[in-house]
């Protein structure tokens, strides 16, 4: 047994107490419902994943060892999560939590975190370790994309400056590739950022591709729609008569809402590509 360097995330489920007392009163989500949404914070089929195939996020990254020494523990609420130092580590580690987010967000779930580096011991019973306490601790003082000077406990899993160093000075073109695709930085810190995720691409003239305007149209129509969903989602589970609720959700809402223009110019863009060209004026 021994403390090891490891890179390590905390994250929590924003609301949950809210949650637990609608479902004891017989109200909002039933408890089979809460039960399969922490799922998504992670269970040890992920860690079994990386153990029977090794990296699956930049597989041909370094690593030390081909799991990658990726530990998982849900408990409540929350969940811990360590991978070993590498480039194939932090990116798999970050992907993990990315992908616990993004399904919360699509359930209207709102998640705040901390990724970090540091000391852990960790098994598949326990962890313990300076690392995974500054993890918990600037957890609940996270301040990506604050609106006020002394706002804090925004709804975002943070990004340490010590793993953003580190994907700058030893990830390949992968690992950085798609740490960028993941998180966002507001100018002083970075944290993930599964909004961006929230769009609709389309191809023309591709090879095979027959570039359709109206299936466009109707895949950016439902994705539209499915953001809206979610909006609803979020609001249902934020207690009105909570500012500091409501301060939170509203970082959701408006990150939403910015995708929901980014839908109303796809549809746009999509006019165009179908307008005729205008007549050339002859002189």
Not at 55 to 67: A, E, G, L, V, W
Not at 110 to 129: A, E, V
Not at 211 to 219: H, I
Request: proline share 5%.
């Amino acid at each position: 047994m021994q403390f090891k360097e490891k890179f390590i995330a905390f994250v929590d489920v924003l609301g949950f107490k809210q949650m637990v007392h609608a479902a004891e009163s017989g109200l909002g989500m039933p408890l089979p419902e809460i039960v399969d949404m922490l799922k998504e914070l992670g269970t040890p089929d992920d860690r079994r994943r990386y153990e029977k195939h090794g990296p699956t996020m930049c597989p041909q990254s370094k690593y030390i060892q081909r799991d990658l020494d990726f530990k998982l523990n849900q408990v409540s609420d929350c969940v811990v999560v360590s991978s070993e130092v590498s480039p194939a580590g932090v990116i798999n580690l970050v992907n993990h939590c990315w992908g616990a987010v993004i399904m919360l967000l699509h359930k209207g779930i709102m998640c705040r975190g901390y990724i970090t580096k540091g000391l852990i011991y960790h098994d598949d019973d326990l962890f313990i370790g300076s690392g995974y306490q500054e993890a918990y601790l600037k957890e609940a003082n996270v301040s990506a994309f604050k609106r006020e000077a002394d706002e804090r406990g925004t709804p975002f899993v943070e990004v340490d400056q010590s793993v953003c160093d580190y994907v700058a000075e030893h990830g390949d073109p992968c690992v950085k590739e798609m740490f960028s695709r993941m998180v966002k930085a507001d100018g002083t810190v970075t944290a993930l950022f599964p909004f961006q995720r929230l769009s609709h691409s389309f191809i023309i003239g591709g090879l095979g591709h027959k570039f359709d305007p109206v299936k466009e149209k109707k895949n950016n129509d439902n994705l539209r729609q499915s953001i809206i969903k979610i909006k609803e989602h979020v609001m249902s589970f934020v207690d009105n008569n909570n500012p500091s609720a409501m301060r939170k959700a509203t970082h959701y809402i408006d990150a939403l809402d910015a995708q929901l223009i980014v839908c109303d110019e796809t549809d746009k863009a999509i006019d165009m590509l179908c307008a005729p060209f205008p007549p050339r004026r002859l002189y």
